[in-house]
């Protein structure tokens, strides 16, 4: 069985210059609502970062590029690219009448963070989460007798003790073999004051043809998370975990580029979710 992993990095890559792409696009800087949701032209959307549009493949993907930076759009698709990774968006790209529009709401809570990520502090205290543990295996390798319980708390005290190494303080969810409910896990992060909570799991799947790394953040208010195809009604209530909107995705993005540079694995994307732990 292949796994999935998720791994914790602090630094960031920085991505190689990226001239303009050519093709002539289409545009039109104004607000428009389809299907309930505000959009706004593309290139209209993140003129401010210094990008400009311009087709890949005409009517199909639109490359905005410029100061370094890329991100690659698809009409009709919720996963785009930044810099090459996959970052998958709570609304589709749609193209109407020659234009390309992505959601008002996509710009402000995924796009903005991270094309210009605004100041901020150091982090001192860093809550690891080792996923599952005690009556909770979470998922096994029959073959090779290996219970996810075990990889995360394993991993978990590697990587307290690289970031201990590194001057930040941390403290782990779980030490042991012992059950912890996703509530006290997160309750422990807010009791402690921590700075950062990096919840770690070993998915599996039936697939064998599936691999790589995924990073899961905060799904911000009236947005959908990855895996819903549709609208859900708890898309419009505000958690805790939404105050930090910005920074959950920047934190995820610079993870998630850490972890397919250094481990030359398959990115599966930078998502978003509603999890307990993320809540």
């Not at 032209?41 to 100061?67: C, Q």
């Not at 403290?171 to 006290?184: C, F, N, P, W």
């Not at 708890?234 to 930090?244: R, T």
């Amino acid at each position: 069985m292949r796994r999935l992993v998720l791994l914790l990095a602090l630094a960031a890559a920085c991505p190689a210059a990226t001239p303009p792409p050519k093709g002539a696009v289409k545009t039109v800087p104004v607000g428009v609502r389809f299907n309930g949701v505000d959009y706004i032209e593309a290139g209209a959307a993140v003129e401010r970062f210094g990008l400009k549009p311009g087709w890949l493949a005409v009517n199909k993907t639109l490359r905005l590029a410029g100061n370094g930076r890329r991100f690659d759009l698809v009409v009709d698709k919720r996963e785009g690219k930044l810099d090459g990774l996959s970052v998958f968006l709570g609304e589709p790209v749609l193209l109407r009448n020659g234009a390309v529009y992505v959601s008002r709401g996509e710009v402000g809570k995924r796009v903005a963070p991270l094309l210009s990520p605004r100041p901020g502090v150091r982090p001192r205290l860093i809550v690891i989460d080792p996923g599952h543990g005690g009556s909770d295996p979470g998922a096994l390798n029959a073959a090779l007798k290996i219970q996810e319980k075990a990889q995360t708390l394993a991993l978990a005290r590697v990587v307290a003790k690289k970031l201990s190494a590194l001057g930040y303080r941390v403290r782990l969810t779980r030490s042991a073999d012992d059950t912890v409910a996703l509530e006290r896990r997160a309750e422990l992060a807010s009791r402690v004051r921590a700075d950062l909570f990096v919840s770690l799991h070993f998915n599996a799947t039936a697939s064998a043809g599936v691999s790589g790394v995924e990073t899961y953040s905060m799904t911000p208010r009236n947005q959908r998370s990855t895996r819903y195809d549709k609208p859900q009604k708890g898309d419009a209530f505000a958690h805790p975990g939404n105050l930090n909107d910005d920074w959950n995705i920047l934190l995820a993005h610079r993870i998630q580029r850490r972890l397919v540079d250094n481990l030359g694995a398959a990115d599966r994307g930078l998502k978003r979710a509603r999890f307990v732990v993320l809540q």
